[in-house]
């Protein structure tokens, strides 16, 4: 049987969307957005109307045909903690995705989005009597949270350690590791380090990930413009200043932080060439972005006494051959570095979606007291 899936990827200036049949890409673009055109909406959950709006136009310029979806699937959002996975899109999700008690990511409309699509194309079905039903999916969302009762525990009761990481790119990198060294990804223990917008650092160990950082609340290495993890006392000394307002403290550690603090740019690619060039302050910088990552890989291998298979790097930044030699001289004595450049969301979320339809996956649901 035939099936088609969309596939959809909600970015902060971007939205990216695939089509598949039968497993291959027919249709792929990414959609940008202008500051102008985002600048409107207060909050990104009313950019939902928008972003619909353009994915249809776009889907209905390319000629592609909705009424035969067999599923759309979306990227996961910034949902209460749960385990990874397949999940269906439900009531419960969509109000916690409207509003969502992690915060604000672009990444909360995917399931949105997803599920009125598929509504939609049910309608235009029945409207035509014809069979068969579309179903809407998120898959690994951020939020995913496998991690071990003792690497939870922070410096204050109020604050223990929470997993929102890459999950989605993280996970698939994870699995086709598995693939090309022929066995499953259930077997093997891999450190996971995506190196883009954010930086996560994840370990896997038997198909779970049991420690990771968060990487949009303040937690771990320094990123293109995220500040990663930043001195208690000096922070709290800014906020009670009166020179910030809450939104202002929130932004400089993401959003301002990282490059975008130190140089005004989230280009990495140019701190990086600065740096090359001989700018003592860029290299500085790099040096102790590509240590941060190391001393997390390094911290990570500690949960599991370094028994480790690989050494994994993704991302866009993983792209840099001089970060890739940097960060591999400092950490290769752990176990070999394996490099992903880039990441490929939208072919992730497919395989979870042919996943569900070749019954390989199991159908999780999302409880909103979960």
Partial sequence: ??????????????????????????????????????????????????????????????GMELNDLSMVVGRGGLLKPLTSGIYEVNEAMKRDLVNSPVGEHACNLGGLIADDIAVMVNEARAAKGIEGKCRAFIADPPMADEMLPEVKVGGLPEFPRRALFHALNSRAIGRRYAREHETDYNKV?????????????????????????????????????????????????????????????MKKLVGKGGAVGFFGTNNFKSVVDRAAAGDPECKVFIDGYCLGIAKYIGALATDVCGKVDAILITGGIARSEAIIADITSRVSFIAPVKVYPGEDELESLAENGYGILAKEFEIKTYHKEG
């Fill in 189 to 249: 223990t891999v450190i996971v380090a995506h190196l883009g917008g954010g930086t996560s650092v994840t370990l896997h160990r038997n198909g779970e990930v049991i420690d990771t950082n968060d990487a949009l609340g303040g937690d771990g290495p320094i990123s293109p413009e995220r500040a990663g993890s930043v001195p208690g006392f000096p922070l709290v000394e800014m906020c009670f200043s009166g020179k910030y307002t809450k939104a202002e403290v």
């Fill in 1 to 62: 049987m035939s099936h088609k899936l969309l596939i959809i990827n909600p970015g902060s200036t971007s939205t990216k969307i695939a089509v598949f049949q039968d497993k291959e890409c027919v249709f792929k673009t990414n959609i940008k957005h202008s500051a102008e055109e985002i600048a409107p909406f207060e909050h990104i959950a009313d950019q939902y109307h928008f972003r619909k709006d353009v994915i249809l136009n776009t889907l209905k310029e390319a």
